[in-house]
């Protein structure tokens, strides 16, 4: 890994310049045909749509909160499409496009945002992790998954290997600093995905490290990278490398997808209260959809009528979101209680018999807490 000093800009690996230009990179060669870079773009255009959506309903009162992906779409489809089926990956709350990925259905998505579900799929089903709030626990749930694959012996090509998405804000949090210690003393086979997406809410990266992010995997004793993280490409080609590392034991590393958060922090949040709008406009020319489109209508890999089709799919997509996300059913007020812990629990009993005590008192109201 090159040392850099903090003097020095840091290397930003990139295989796709924002003007639509590939280049190749000596340590990442990138092994992919032009129908596997068609369904890159494709997955890009409907992760946006699927967000776009996701956004209108929130503000229709579908849905009650929605956590924007919008111009992290590379960094999430890049990092999704280079996992295997038998990998598992543990999201923060805004990977939307990597749940995409791993098909996880979007009505399941929407179904945790609506508040009618406390999970929305089953991990195992799909290699992918429930979302969690808590920034930076799941880089220490990673990190006991990474270990326990160890001890299953089942690494190796055709073994397992982890990933955790988390923000540059969750850099400062404890539990994301302990699991680069756990990860690097028992060489665990986990790779670290940091979205920095220059913000944590309100706060700028200048709140959370003095040196870039990618650096500070160096002083936890594994490998750091930072990757243009709206190069789709790029991003492919560098998580498959490190899940590859992981797999074949050489142990944890960091990736530093380098992009940014176009949107609100979440449809609650108002950014026009803390940050300028020139930054937006210098990173809308980076966007990560218009390079890969670029790239393909001129060196010819890609037509009118490709992306016509892909238009009209998002739209199917967009009907079909916006009719299941209606559909959802309410879940009975008592449910809630349901699957908090494995096992019973005196705490949730008592809690569950106050809330019915509750509901039962207005009138005609059933034993379930319906109406
Ligand atoms: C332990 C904890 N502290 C604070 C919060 C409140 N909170 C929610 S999102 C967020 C910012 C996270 O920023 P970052 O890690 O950069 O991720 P991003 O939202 O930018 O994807 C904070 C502080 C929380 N959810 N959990
Ligand atoms: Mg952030």
């Not at 773009?41 to 749509?49: E, Q």
């Not at 930072?226 to 590859?244: E, F, K, S, W, Y």
């Not at 609650?268 to 803390?274: E, L």
Request: proline share 5%; charged share 25%.
């Amino acid at each position: 890994m090159p040392v850099t000093t903090s003097h020095e800009e840091p290397e930003l690996i990139q295989l796709l310049t924002p003007e639509g230009e590939f280049k190749e990179h000596p340590d990442y060669p990138l092994d992919i045909s032009a129908e596997e870079m068609r369904g890159l773009y494709r997955d890009l255009a409907l992760v946006r749509r699927l967000d776009t959506e996701a956004v209108a309903l929130q503000r229709q009162g579908e849905l009650g909160l929605w956590a924007s992906l919008l111009g992290q779409e590379a960094a999430q489809v890049g990092s999704g499409r280079a996992l295997r089926p038998n990998d598992m990956a543990f999201p923060s709350y805004r990977e939307h496009g990597v749940a995409w990925c791993r098909g996880v259905a979007p009505k399941d998505l929407l179904a945790l945002f609506r508040g009618v579900t406390n999970g929305g799929w089953n991990p195992d089903d799909h290699g992918f992790h429930l979302y969690t709030i808590v920034i930076g626990t799941q880089a220490l749930h990673a990190t006991g998954y990474a270990m326990g694959i160890q001890r299953d012996g089942a690494l190796g090509e055709d073994g397992s290997a982890v990933i955790v998405y988390f923000g540059d804000g969750a850099t400062s949090q404890g539990d994301t600093n302990e699991a680069f210690v756990y990860a690097a003393v028992n060489n665990a086979p986990v790779v670290f995905f940091c979205q920095n997406n220059q913000w944590a809410i309100s706060e700028p990266l200048e709140r959370q490290s003095r040196v870039p992010l990618y650096r500070r995997a160096e002083g936890f004793g594994f490998p750091g990278v930072r990757v243009d993280g709206n190069d789709v490409l790029a991003c492919l080609a560098v998580t498959r490398a490190a899940l590859h590392n992981a797999r074949e034991g050489q142990g944890p590393s960091l990736i530093e997808a380098f992009t940014y958060r176009m949107g609100a922090h979440t449809t609650s949040d108002d950014p026009t209260r803390y940050r300028m709008s020139a930054e937006l406009e210098e990173w809308k020319a980076k966007d990560p959809l218009l390079r890969l489109h670029t790239f393909l209508t001129r060196n010819g890999l890609a037509d009118e009528a490709f992306f016509a089709a892909v238009e009209e799919e998002a739209g199917r997509l967009g009907e079909r979101i916006r009719t299941e996300c209606r559909a959802l059913p309410d879940p009975a007020p008592l449910d809630i209680f349901h699957e908090v812990y494995a096992e019973p629990h005196h705490h949730i009993d008592r809690q569950r018999a106050e809330f019915a005590d509750y509901l039962a008192s207005f009138e005609g109201a059933d034993a379930e807490g319906g109406r």
